[in-house]
């Protein structure tokens, strides 16, 4: 129920205030929402060079990805890398979904109220490890753990297990406040029926908390795809359509990040172009959630 | 619908979550342990108090510091103000079929999925190029205040709507004005999820490196105003570690103090919530 | 009213932290303040030589206390085109300039040389060129074929467009195509990571900073190139065949302050700086 509605049922004038407040806040709204307007707007304003003299549709049917010869030597195919995007987060939230889902469930449900806390405070730390030391991290001690089994170590796996650490407190985190808001009523009742403590969870609780969790599994989509410079650490930036988890794979955001520095003209515009293609890939999913019949906004 | 309901599965379940608990409590423990063994040697208070030398191999990261905590004071100032505005927008006040409200949420779902190095290339742009702030604290945080939005955003709405119509009756029937109700009832009541939202905010930007290579630099000097460049230190963890032979030891010791500031800053911010809503936080 | 409380003590704490850095460590203030330079210099470009020219500047600084110098990375492409623009007084780069480059003028304060690395463990001691260019353009891809143990290569390469891997290519006559790498790598210190990690891996780093490595006791080798040892001896002495320089470089006229620190970079009295960086100094 909103305010907007109390207002309605109470049949009194909105004092001065309250319309001051309306409008400033419908200003912060519009600034919040405004920002991605322009974000799309500056990529397709860098990547236009490139759209327009390498065209569209060879940035996948090109042999291969080479983009420094200029417009018409250069070879722009995005196909491996957008591939290789798409897998490493699928495979990560793979993971850290039930995972995540698994630790909120163990810091509402199962554990002593201390261990709660502890494990509620380990998980936000988790969240604060910058990329850069999980990516180092993965580096000199996972890459090379793989590398045992099967080399380079730097590879697909690397990546799914690394981005699953990393985005595995976010759906810990957010699950666990879902969890927490779902009314007491709702679990005494369950109790009340006589079920058990994992039917009064698969019953009750998560039901109830679904809008959040799957709030918090988009949320954690949305930050692996953009995920960055753990990724050019671990996943072996090889431009390739992997054959196994053990194959190097390049993301298109490390692609963005190891050549923009180096890339001039067509090539940078080229690395836009990458850039529109993440928005896309996002507008994508979340245009999906829409469709599924909930906005991550809104649980 | 067929639920689970034996003593069997119960505890089968139950093992289930407690390993699962352990093993990520397992890794966290994994990762530290290594930052600790490879990088205590270098803490001391000179470390945290004095500056760079010799790239970062000797000397501390007092500088470095100070850029971090200005740059994050920049993103809160600015990104808490219009993330509360904008939640309060989104769970009070517009229509959930309203346009503004749809447009604003389908807008911030899309933001939260940019890619850091995107923010950091479109801060430049925004902030440093056309608003002329160059490379600047001022730029990086402004970059960073864009980053946490949607995460401040959501997690206020959350609190918000978790508060249970009863209060806004009540609020209602007593004849408070919106803005009364918002200030002395609701947000009160919310604060829990923006604590969350807050917390999380907080370790999303401090953790961050690619967007604000671009916007707040690499310079590692006291800065002096905030339209000086300033490092920080996520970004000199990575110079130390990729870029400086022989830098990872401080590289390591510059990530526990990231670590140990997050820390600090999750208690400061849960005791000043908590003494001045006299203890209602509950856990 | 308690909300408004939380943030007014986050501003007052930001006020606090501003106010800081005005009783934190200043300059030590005494030097000559007679020679009058004074103003801003802004370079940006290179990662490989922002450290060095960091180094470089807070020492300039130190001789004229009313400069300030900022260094900013982003890598040499970044670095010419700020210098073209103008964004960037000096900008960095990390290799020499291309022949299209004419309307720029590259200053070199040190040279870098760049040899290929294995795994101390692998008993293959030297590779010739022929064997080099195989194992990295694909055709050999076992390390029995090149006189090693039975085990596939892991051929560590550099990501396109970076001036190590432009060296690189140019000594063995390849372009960037022909390379099939098993893993590619941004920054010298992950190839150095990535070989060290890995008995079967390949790969290609600064010689000083490989020598460094080695001499911390990190798993790896350095392989000679042409029967020449890769150390910063024959880098220096010009007989190592595959090396890079390290550039400032500017466009047009330079202000006075630019060409003062410029020629400070290029003397003899930055060599300690450039060799802490683990490069080789130009000046004598």
Redesign the interface.
């Known amino acids: ?4 509605n ?2 309605q ?2 049949s ?1 004038r ?2 001065g ?2 319309r001051w ?2 409008r ?16 799309v707007l ?2 397709v304003i ?1 990547a236009w060079p490139a759209l327009q003299t390498v065209g569209l549709t060879r940035f996948f049917s090109d042999p ?1 990805w ?3 010869g200029g417009p018409e030597q250069g ?1 722009f195919n995005l196909t491996p890398m957008l591939v290789g995007t798409l897998l490493a987060t699928a495979g990560a939230i793979a993971v850290a979904a039930p ?1 995540g889902v ?2 909120a ?3 509402r449900f ?2 002593p ?1 201390r261990i ?2 502890v ?16 990516g ?2 993965g ?3 996972l ?2 753990l793989i ?1 045992k089994l099967q ?4 590879s697909l796996l690397a990546a799914i297990v690394i981005l699953a ?1 990393m985005i ?1 407190p ?1 759906v ?3 699950s666990e ?2 969890l ?2 779902v ?1 007491q009523a709702h679990l005494q009742a369950a109790h009340a029926m ?6 009064v ?3 009750a609780a998560l039901p109830a908390a679904r809008g ?1 969790i799957v ?1 918090a599994v ?2 954690a ?3 692996a ?5 753990a990724l ?2 671990v996943a ?4 390739q359509v992997p054959h196994s988890v053990f194959d ?1 794979v ?1 993301t298109m ?1 490390a692609n ?9 003209d067509h ?2 515009s080229a690395l ?1 172009v990458s ?1 529109l293609m ?2 896309l ?3 994508v ?2 245009g999906l ?2 469709w599924m019949g909930r ?5 | 619908m067929m639920l689970p309901t034996g003593q069997w599965s119960d505890r089968v379940m139950a093992l289930v979550v407690w390993a699962i608990a352990l093993m990520v409590v397992g890794v966290f423990f994994w990762i530290v342990a290594d930052l600790v063994r490879h990088g205590v040697e270098h803490l001391s208070w000179q470390f945290l108090t004095d500056s760079p030398r010799d790239a970062g191999r000797a000397g501390g990261i007092g500088p470095i510091l100070v850029s971090t905590l200005l740059i994050l004071a920049v993103c809160l100032a600015v990104s808490v103000p219009i993330g509360l505005a904008t939640a309060i927008l989104l769970a009070e006040f517009a229509r959930a079929d309203g346009w503004l409200g749809r447009s604003i949420r389908r807008s911030l779902d899309v933001l939260a999925g940019v890619p850091s190095i995107v923010f950091g290339l479109f801060g430049n742009a925004l902030f440093s190029i056309y608003l002329g702030m160059g490379f600047s604290i001022l730029s990086g945080g402004l970059t960073l205040a864009c980053m946490v939005l949607p995460l401040l955003i959501r997690s206020a709405e959350e609190g918000l709507l978790a508060v249970p119509d009863d209060y806004r009756k009540a609020g209602a029937a007593l004849g408070l004005s919106r803005s009364a109700m918002l200030w002395r009832i609701l947000l009160p009541a919310a604060t829990p999820g923006l604590v969350v939202g807050l917390i999380l905010s907080t370790s999303r930007a401090l953790a961050e490196t690619a967007a604000l290579l671009f916007t707040s630099g690499y310079v590692d000097r006291m800065p002096e105003s905030l339209f000086d460049s300033g490092r920080s230190l996520s970004i000199h963890i990575y110079d130390l570690a990729m870029n400086v032979p022989g830098g990872e030891g401080r590289a390591y010791a510059t990530a526990i103090v990231l670590l140990g500031l997050l820390i600090t800053i999750n208690i400061l911010t849960f005791w000043i919530a908590d003494r001045w809503l006299g203890g209602r936080i509950t856990r | 009213m308690k909300l408004a409380t939380t943030y007014i003590a986050y501003i007052t704490l930001s006020l606090v932290l501003l106010a800081a850095p005005g009783c934190g460590e200043g300059e030590s203030g005494a030097s000559s303040s007679g020679d009058g330079l004074r103003g801003k210099l802004v370079l940006t470009g290179s990662s490989t030589v922002a450290p060095l020219a960091g180094e470089i500047a807070k020492r300039f600084e130190k001789l004229h206390p009313n400069v300030r110098v900022d260094v900013q990375t982003g890598g040499s492409s970044r670095g010419i085109a700020d210098a073209r623009r103008g964004t960037a007084d000096i900008g960095m780069a990390s290799r020499a300039l291309k022949p299209q480059e004419t309307d720029l003028t590259a200053h070199t304060i040190a040279m870098d040389g760049v040899g290929v690395i294995a795994h101390r463990d692998n008993p293959v001691q030297s590779l010739t060129d022929e064997q080099v260019i195989a194992i990295y353009t694909g055709r050999v891809s076992n390390w029995s074929q090149v006189g090693g143990v039975d085990a596939p290569i892991t051929a560590v390469s550099k990501a396109d467009g970076r001036a190590t891997l432009e060296v690189f290519l140019k000594h063995f006559g390849l372009s960037s195509p022909d390379i099939k790498a098993s893993v590619i790598i941004g920054d010298n210190q992950q190839g150095i990571r990535t070989v060290a990690g890995d008995v079967n891996a390949i790969g290609y780093v600064s010689v000083g900073t490989a020598d460094y490595e080695i001499g911390r006791g990190v798993p790896i080798r350095l392989l000679p190139m042409d029967g020449v040892e890769a150390t910063t001896a024959n880098v220096r002495n010009g007989t190592f065949p595959m090396s890079r320089p390290l550039n400032l470089v500017t466009h047009g006229t330079v202000s006075p302050l630019a060409q003062a620190f410029i020629d400070f970079a290029r003397s003899s009295t930055v060599n300690d700086l450039v060799e802490a960086q683990y490069f080789v100094p130009v000046a004598d």
């Open positions: 129920m909103l305010l907007n109390c207002e049922s109470v009194r909105p004092s205030t309250d407040l309306e400033i806040l419908r200003l912060a709204g519009i600034l919040a929402g405004a920002i991605v307007v322009l974000i500056f990529l860098e291969s080479h983009p420094a070879r995972l698994a630790c469930l163990f810091t199962y554990a109220r709660g806390q494990h509620h405070r380990v998980l936000e730390l988790l969240a604060g490890i910058p990329s850069v030391v999980y180092f991290w580096l000199v001690v890459a090379p590398a080399p380079p170590g730097q650490i595995l976010t810990a985190l957010l406040a879902a927490r808001s009314p006589g079920f058990s403590r994992l039917g969870i698969f019953g959040g709030t988009l949320l989509t949305g930050r795809i953009g995920e960055t410079m050019l650490m072996g930036n090889v431009v190097p390049r955001t963005i990040a190891l050549e923009l520095g180096y890339a001039m090539h940078r836009f850039g993440l928005m890939m996002i507008i999913l979340v959630s829409e906005s991550w906004s809104r649980g």
